[in-house]
């Protein structure tokens, strides 16, 4: 049963590695937020610690690190402090199938599952009850509300990522996440996004939702709801918290990148250089869609996933069928 | 071409989806499109058939679907059979829509008539590509949907209403027969692909009375769809329809089904036991012909003589099969179906005109609408069997077929054949000779289809202007009125009977030449038409004189020899009888057990309802507890 | 070694652990919580026996594969019951919900 | 102890825990989080078992979809207001004793009985479980299918609101 211990060493490693990365990740995903913010609001934004403001998002770290840990009077202790631990590692368990490109010839990667797509969408699945046991556990109304937007906002648009994965992996013929990889390089092989551009876009809109970023992020709407699930939150749990989501942001993006845009190949550079390439094109997407589009309201967003998303990518799913059948016979 | 013949149903089928969704939108409020989608469809055929000509042939099988060990296949067949049906369904009905558009002018659901329409040629097209008995079936239940849906078409009226339902019910009757059949055809040979059953039935896999049977049931679906004895209840009824439906379905396609499905699955009858599924189709068919022609000579509604007509026809291809005649029957059903829609159509033209089905309110017609007159003249010819129209040949086909077997068939399709000069001259005669005698053209109305009331409403006070229909009708009249006159030729034995070269059945042998029985034929036609001359032009014996002498004759057939009141009676009588005895068994016998266990479960409930504690938690726990007692008691044991 | 008892007796006691709270729990949320056990119960059974009696058969995690699915739609009913309970009767403890009682 | 039964027996302990949990604890929200550990620990049971198709839909649809939907239900209902509310019904003692003997019964059953051993050991992809679902299951799929769909109409239909 050697596996099995692989399997373990695979998930722990990938836990402690990316705690690592995903720190130094999300430290500069913020200093990228904000820089880009800025940008596109025609502000300098953070520019005075460090050079250009580089070691912003540091001395921030620094500071919630002292910061006190309050809990609120009545709050579910034992959930709400579990909570921060079960985002974070299901945003981080989503490495496990990642591939980051090639060193020696062996592919980059913890563990290829063969059914490394659901995997995926698995463990992305996770991270939901967190941010509900966050939402219960406060005690507080504005986080409850957040909590409960959040459990309908990624339940709903976690179909349309869904469907989106299985076109493509009808289209590879495999689930697991190298042979997608793979099955677009090659002559005659395109990446998915010419192939797939429906699925595509369809998992690039529902990823946002699953984030919870603009305009799908009435989770944590500032003007409503405080900042939703984690409003009661402080010092080093908040940036738990922020790591969690920046970890799951990163992972979609680097999903889609698997998926749609032929992981890390590419002519020239390293691998893992053209990996990382693509991964930041994605992630600066995100934000720029952050900056640029309005918030969705509840329903809006509820109706654009069950009648629009979804059955798209049904649609979707249909023609891609189709066209499998017609060319493996 | 014939490799990819499947996409001939889908024209059609396409333009039903769009003119059903999008209709009003489309070019001419979706006539154009529904036209261009059978035109399509027919030029197609037309295509397939000159490849068949050519000697191609196709039946390719895909697999549909694997349920556990079982495979079904589906597929489509190309041969001369089908092919000659294919042309034949695709241009007819490409005529007929195109009539619709002058016909169908004002109507309030002009867009839904034409997806129909539409629809209708789908299954029709679909019925005769399939080389299964599953999409048979899917295409028989298709087009009586698609009857239903256009004889019912004006449903404002109760009687088209209910003719619509009749129809279905009926027809439903015999659809059922054929599941039955072909299930039974699946039980025994694994397959419901045609060539495999046949292969089977070849190889003496499959015989014996089981084949009978099962050919039987089969027929029963012809029957049905057919209008053929005992089922042909509907297709009288079925003249509430808008005349193109009445032309399209009654005469060119629909009815013609039945008579395909016996054709695509002769074997079946072909090999059962000394023929005696063939026989049994041939006495039906003969009765038909004979039945349905005498019903034709006291009707006065225009469409129903056609309707009865039809029925007569029907009965002479069923009997041309019937009588080992497989090239005469269906080329029969092949011209019969030019000169029929050709009749259809041109009565239609007149009822436009006249805004009424009754013959008796029409005459002189012939001077005012000539095209008509002519036209509707040529479909009579034809179907009267008068040489050198197409009807000649194909009839006298059949007739010779049948004198080679069995002469008791022969005489019942020459007594047809008189009959049948008789009331079409009668048809003749009262529309369009003589004087007009609708009282008041002015006030159009009356008992008149939805069509030409509208169309009456439209031309306003200069109503009694009797005039052609426009050329959007005529043209039509005029195409299928060429087809009427030469089509014949084709199973001419002096050019050396192309037809029954290109579609015959291997292992029939084609009978004879008979000069004698031809001129007999001839004789008998011609003298029908005499006798109705007699009678109605030149008056030597008048029609009431033969009313009076004939009554309790003319009394039976007024009433379609009592066979609706005879289902009525057995189906409502005898039904209620069996239900009141029913209602009283069950209301004495069963009702007193049913209240003694209620008395007694009553009295044990008073009891015993403490322990319904309406929770399912105590529920599960008793039912635990259970089984753990009763696996202690047993290992205790 | 594993061997397919210890599965056996896991699920046989994951499956008494849904019973109790199935017959004793008066919330009706958390009886549906039971009932999941229960079936999960069953599926370390159904896979179990998969691989150990029948590897070279499918049929188990078929079968387990499909409870799941019922299982899924087994909680999608039964907690839309509650909420109409909820609405309707105001309380989700099934032994207030009597109203068809005798 | 060989990695497989360290593996069995800790994932045993997280799944019996949690499940102690679920049906002992006094808090609603309590039971319906500790179900999580439970599904996952059921989860490690099917990987062990070779059966990671079957683990991976575990975790998407127990773990993700039923638990949220549960926590959703709960929250929606009475959440917690219901602390004070003995959460137990009269028949506690009856139903531990009968639960124990059905444990202590089926763990007999399994502890007695000799099962058919089989030999080989495979690995089973999601492409078999595609043919087979698709081939001699299709019945069974189809089926399932329509369940799926019927019991989601039925749920929006008893879940609206009546307007």
Redesign the interface.
């Known amino acids: 049963?050697?596996w099995?211990?692989e399997?373990?060493r695979a998930v722990v490693g990938t836990v402690l590695i990316f705690t690592g990365v995903a720190v130094v990740a999300a430290m500069f995903g913020v200093l990228l937020e904000r820089k880009i913010a800025g940008w596109i609001q025609s502000r300098l934004g953070p520019k005075h610690v460090g050079p250009q403001g580089l070691l912003q998002t540091i001395a921030d770290t620094l500071k919630l690190l002292q910061k006190e840990n309050i809990v609120p009077k009545n709050a579910?202790r034992?959930?709400f402090a579990?909570a921060v631990i079960v985002v974070p590692l299901a945003a981080l368990l989503d490495y496990v199938v990642i591939p980051f490109g090639t060193a020696g010839g062996r592919p980059l990667i913890f563990r290829d599952?063969?059914?490394g797509v659901?995997?995926f969408?698995?463990?992305s699945?996770?991270v939901?009850?967190g941010i509900?046991?966050a939402g219960?556990g406060s005690n507080n109304k504005y986080a409850?509300l957040g909590?409960?937007r959040s459990?309908?906002q990624?339940?709903s648009y976690?179909i349309p990522i869904g469907l989106a994965l299985i076109t493509v992996a009808m289209q590879a013929g495999s689930?697991s996440t190298l042979a997608i990889v793979n099955a677009q390089t090659g002559p005659g092989h395109l990446w998915y996004v010419l192939t797939q551009p429906i699925s595509f876009l369809i998992f690039l809109t529902a990823a946002t939702a699953e984030v919870n970023r603009t305009p799908f992020d009435l989770v944590e709407a500032e003007s409503e709801l405080v900042a939703g699930y984690f409003s009661e939150y402080t010092g080093m749990r908040f940036a738990l918290f922020q790591l969690g989501e920046y970890g799951e942001m990163f992972a979609m993006a680097a999903m889609a990148v698997t998926l749609f845009l032929g992981g890390w190949h590419g002519p020239g550079l390293p691998s893992v250089l053209w990996f990382v390439i693509k991964l930041y094109v994605l992630i600066f997407v995100f934000m720029w869609v952050r900056w640029t589009y309005p918030r969705f309201r509840i329903d809006q967003l509820l109706n654009f996933s069950w009648k629009f998303l979804i059955p798209l990518a049904l649609l979707n799913l249909v023609v891609t069928a189709f066209f499998v059948m017609v060319v493996h016979g | 071409m014939t490799q990819i013949a499947w996409i001939i149903p889908l024209l059609p089928l396409a333009a039903f989806v769009l003119v059903i969704f999008w209709g009003e939108r489309l070019p001419g409020r979706g006539a154009f499109v529904s036209i261009a989608g059978i035109v399509l469809a027919a030029l197609a055929g037309l295509a397939v058939l000159g490849d068949v000509l050519g000697g191609a042939h196709a039946d390719p099988t895909y697999t549909w679907a694997v349920v556990g060990r079982r495979l079904l296949t589906v597929g489509f067949v190309v041969d001369p059979l089908s092919a000659v049906m294919l042309a034949m369904v695709g241009v007819v009905a490409s005529l007929i829509t195109i009539y619709s558009v002058g016909y169908m002018a004002g109507d309030a659901r002009y867009t839904r008539f034409f997806a129909y329409f539409s629809l209708f040629q789908f299954s029709m097209l679909f019925l005769v590509l399939a080389d299964n008995f599953l999409f048979m079936y899917m295409a028989f239940e298709l087009v009586g949907l698609c009857s239903y849906l256009l004889i019912g078409f004006w449903f404002e009226r109760p009687k088209a209403a209910r003719a619509a339902l009749k129809a279905f019910i009926t027809t439903r009757v015999g659809d059922f027969s054929m599941m039955i059949g072909l299930l039974l055809l699946y039980l025994h040979v694994g397959s419901l692909r045609f060539t495999d059953i046949f292969r089977a039935i070849e190889l003496g896999g499959f015989g014996g009375p089981m084949l009978t049977t099962a050919a039987l049931l089969v027929l029963g679906g012809a029957i049905g769809k057919s209008a053929q004895i005992p089922l042909h209840v509907w297709l009288p009824d079925a003249m509430e329809g808008p005349t193109p439906v009445s032309a399209l379905i009654h005469a060119a396609t629909m009815v013609a089904a039945g008579v395909y499905l016996v054709a695509r699955t002769y074997p079946l009858f072909f090999l059962s036991q000394s023929h005696e599924a063939l026989t049994v189709v041939a006495y039906i068919g003969g009765i038909t012909a004979l039945f349905a022609a005498t019903l034709g000579l006291v009707e006065d509604d225009i469409k129903r003589v056609l309707a009865y007509s039809t029925m007569s026809q029907l009965g002479y291809m069923m009997l041309g099969l019937g009588v080992l005649g497989y090239s005469a029957g269906m080329f029969h059903l092949i011209t019969h179906a030019f000169f029929k829609a050709l009749l259809f159509l041109a009565a239609g033209s007149v009822i436009t005109a006249v805004a009424t089905n009754d013959m008796k309110q029409m005459g002189g017609l012939a001077r005012i609408m000539p095209v008509t007159f002519w036209t509707f003249l040529a479909g009579t010819l034809a179907l009267t069997g008068i040489p050198p129209f197409a009807g000649f040949f194909s009839k006298d086909a059949i007739l010779l077929a049948a004198w080679t077997q069995d002469k008791l068939l022969w005489a019942l399709g020459a007594c047809g054949v008189f009959l049948t000069s008789l009331y079409m001259g009668r048809v003749i005669w009262y529309a369009f000779a003589g004087q007009y005698r609708g009282a008041g053209a002015a006030q159009p109305g009356g008992p008149g289809t939805g069509a030409p009331a509208a169309h009456a409403a439209r031309s306003g006070h200069d109503a009694p202007a009797l005039h052609e229909s426009p050329a959007i009708m005529t043209t039509p009249l005029v195409i299928l009125a060429v087809f009427a006159v030469f089509l014949g030729w084709l199973g001419s034995e002096t050019i050396g009977n192309p037809f029954a070269r290109f579609v015959h059945f291997p292992g029939v042998e084609a009978p004879p030449q008979n000069l004698w029985l031809l001129l007999v034929s001839i004789l008998i036609a011609v003298a029908g038409w005499v006798a109705a001359g007699a009678v109605y032009l030149w008056r030597i014996v008048p029609s009431d004189s033969l009313r009076r002498s004939f009554g309790p004759v003319y009394t039976l057939l007024l009433h379609k020899y009592y066979i609706d009141d005879l289902y009525a009676w057995v189906f409502l009588r005898l039904g209620a009888v069996v239900v009141w005895l029913a209602g009283a068994f069950d209301q004495y016998v069963v009702d007193g057990l049913v209240n003694l266990t209620g008395w007694l479960s009553r009295q044990l409930g008073l009891g015993l309802r403490y322990l319904q504690t309406g929770r399912e938690e105590t529920y599960l726990l008793l039912v635990f507890l259970g089984v753990v007692i009763i696996v202690l008691v047993r290992l205790a044991w | 070694m594993v061997t397919l008892t210890h599965y056996l007796v896991l699920s046989a006691i994951l499956f008494a652990l849904g019973l109790f709270a199935v017959v004793t729990r008066r919330n009706g949320v958390a009886i549906l919580m039971g009932i999941e056990l229960m079936l999960n119960a069953a599926n370390v059974n159904l896979v179990a026996f998969n691989k150990f009696t029948a590897p070279q058969a499918l049929q188990g995690q078929i079968f387990a594969l499909i409870v799941i699915t019922l299982a899924a739609c087994e909680a999608a009913v039964g907690l839309a019951l509650v909420l109409a309970a909820y609405r309707s009767l105001e309380t989700i403890y099934v032994d207030q919900i009597n109203l068809m009682k005798w | 102890m060989s990695g497989e039964a360290l593996a069995f027996w800790v994932l045993a302990v997280i799944t019996l825990g949690s499940g102690v949990v679920v049906v002992t604890s006094h808090n609603i929200v309590h039971s319906a989080v500790a179900l999580v550990p439970a599904f996952l620990g059921v989860t490690g049971l099917y990987v062990l078992l070779n059966a990671e198709f079957v683990a991976v839909i575990q975790v998407l649809i127990y773990a993700g979809a039923i638990t949220v939907l549960i926590l959703f239900v709960i929250m929606l209902t009475e959440g917690g207001t219901g602390l004070r509310v003995p959460q137990r019904n009269e028949q506690g003692a009856v139903g531990a004793a009968v639960a124990l003997a059905m444990a202590a019964l089926l763990s007999t059953v399994a502890l007695r009985a000799t099962w058919g051993i089989g030999t080989r050991t495979l690995v089973y992809t999601p492409g078999d479980i595609g043919q087979s679902f698709l081939g001699p299951n299709l019945l069974v799929f189809e089926g399932t299918s329509i369940v799926l769909l019927v019991s989601l109409i039925g749920a929006i239909i008893i879940a609206r609101k009546e307007d």
């Open positions: 049963m050697t099995v211990w399997l373990l579910d034992l959930i579990s599952l063969n059914v659901l995997y969408a698995a463990t699945s996770l939901v009850v509900l046991m219960w409850l909590g409960l459990a309908a990624m339940v976690e689930l």
